[in-house]
Nanobody, 122 residues
Framework: QVQLVESGGGLVQAGGSLRLSCAAS????????MGWFRQAPGKEREIVAV????????YYADSVKGRFTISRDNAKNTVYLQMNSLKPEDTGVYYC???????????????WGQGTQVTVSS
C-alpha cells in the first residue's frame, strides 16, 4: 500500500512559479510510474504530467508543455512538479498518483494523494 502526500501549493501571481512535491511511503516507490493531475472547480480531473519509474519517459498535457517539468528522486521517494509561467487557468487542486503502468489515464492510477491547492491570481 502506497501513501502519497503532496505539498508546495499556495497562492501565486500570474507569471510566477511553484514547485510541488509528493512524498511516497509504504511501497517500492521506484517501481511506480507517477502522475500529476489537477481539478479545477466545476471541472473534471485532468492529467498534467507523467513520469516513468526511471524518469526516462515523460508526458505533458498540451496546456502545460514548456512551462511545467515533472521529475523524481527515487532515493528520496519523491516526485516533483516545477510550474513556471503560471496562468490563472492553472488554478486547481493538484494530485499526485501512482500507477502500475505508464499511462495518461486517471483510471490506471490506484494510489492518490489528498491534493494540494494551487491558486493563480491575475
Amino acid at each position: 500500500q502506497v501513501q502519497l502526500v503532496e505539498s508546495g501549493g499556495g497562492l501565486v501571481q500570474a507569471g510566477g512559479s511553484l514547485r510541488l512535491s509528493c512524498a511516497a511511503s509504504g511501497g517500492t516507490f521506484s517501481r511506480y510510474p507517477m502522475g500529476w493531475f489537477r481539478q479545477a472547480p466545476g471541472k473534471e480531473r485532468e492529467i498534467v504530467a507523467v513520469i516513468s519509474w526511471t524518469g526516462g519517459r515523460r508526458y505533458y498535457a498540451d496546456s502545460v508543455k514548456g512551462r511545467f517539468t515533472i521529475s523524481r528522486d527515487n532515493a528520496k521517494n519523491t516526485v516533483y512538479l516545477q510550474m513556471n509561467s503560471l496562468k490563472p487557468e492553472d488554478t486547481g487542486v493538484y494530485y499526485c498518483a501512482a500507477a502500475n503502468d505508464y499511462s495518461d489515464s486517471s483510471s490506471s492510477y490506484g494510489y492518490w494523494g489528498q491534493g494540494t491547492q494551487v491558486t493563480v491570481s491575475s
